[in-house]
């Protein structure tokens, strides 16, 4: 006579205890039997359910089932993973009939759960040595260089390595969101994620409130100036951004007001000019430059494959060569 066997398939992300109704339903209805580390435990005892704990292997769980009853197997979450599949496949052989229930769900946002714990991980005692001696300081570079490197692949257009590099900027902010968490007067990335949460509710009173949707962007500034006590459109400028940036951004803080910009001399003042000339075409001047930049390296970068390819090296090339080959 075969067994049945169920397995009870829940998220370790979700807290213990917060099972599907048809997951109680299955835990009632068979020897349940779970792994020693199981977070469930106490919660199920408290429901009055009897559980067998076990060590667990396909085998074990195929030779109950097989044995004519109905076994409920709950697991732990991703680790029994393998002892799932291993279970199928011994079940397909001998006619036990297998029933998979999900007792829980990973609720949208839940890796970020494990992002936390990893972190944790690796700055606890026995972690990673190099983790371990990072300091706000030391990891300002790494902020930056992941920021551009999301940012080209914006650029390239490729959405795959986008998604790599946005986890790299996400290990970032964990990375910073730890150190503060051990510091003297500790916050810790759900204080982080609480300040965004407020702040986007609270700028945002067309959605969340009975705000006008007209002139999102001036109510978005004025909300800024009002929060931080701004006295100046200069103020929370970020200075450290590149200087074409810098300057559109002055400039169009500068034109909310209706102030002239004023004309410099130097290279510095023609370069100002352009980004004045970028902003009235509707053009950002970083954009623009890093587009043609890019378009010189590409350039430049086939040609020295091409001399390459002939047996010479592109710096012996004179300056009457290179103009021929860049025609």
Request: glycine letters at 8%; hydrophobic letters at 45%; aromatic letters at 6%.
């Amino acid at each position: 006579m075969s067994g049945r066997l169920v397995l009870v398939v829940v998220s370790p992300r979700v807290p213990p205890g917060l099972l599907s109704w048809p997951a109680w339903e299955a835990l009632r209805a068979g020897a349940v039997l779970t792994g020693q580390d199981s977070p469930q435990l106490p919660f199920l005892r408290d429901a009055g359910i009897d559980v067998c704990v076990v060590d667990a292997s396909a085998e074990v769980l195929h030779d109950r089932a097989a044995a004519g009853k109905t076994v409920v197997w709950l697991t732990t979450g991703d680790t029994d993973a393998e002892l799932v599949r291993a279970v199928g496949l011994r079940a397909v052989a001998s006619g036990v009939v297998v029933e998979q229930v999900h007792g829980s769900y990973d609720p949208p946002g839940a890796r970020l759960l494990d992002v936390v714990a990893v972190m944790d991980r690796l700055r606890s005692p026995g972690g990673c040595p190099w983790a371990a001696e990072q300091t706000h300081a030391s990891l300002m570079p790494y902020l930056l260089e992941e920021a551009y490197e999301a940012y080209q692949a914006l650029e390239d257009g490729d959405l795959v390595d986008l998604r790599e590099e946005l986890g790299d900027v996400l290990l970032q902010v964990a990375f910073h969101a730890r150190l503060a968490q051990e510091a003297e007067a500790p916050w810790s990335i759900d204080d982080v994620a609480g300040d965004l949460v407020d702040k986007l509710v609270r700028r945002h009173p067309h959605v969340f409130a009975d705000g006008d949707a007209d002139d999102l962007e001036g109510t978005w500034e004025a909300l800024k100036a009002a929060e931080k006590g701004r006295t100046s459109v200069t103020d929370g400028v970020p200075l450290a951004q590149p200087a074409l940036a810098l300057a559109a951004k002055l400039q169009k803080r500068a034109a909310r007001l209706g102030a002239p910009l004023a004309a410099y001399d130097g290279l510095g003042g023609e370069l100002w000019g352009l980004v004045e000339r970028c902003r009235a075409a509707g053009l950002d001047p970083e954009v623009e430059l890093r587009a043609v930049a890019r378009t010189f390296r590409d350039r430049l970068a086939e040609l020295e494959r091409v001399v390459h390819s002939e047996g010479r090296e592109p710096s012996a090339l004179s300056s009457q060569e290179w103009g021929a080959r860049w025609s």
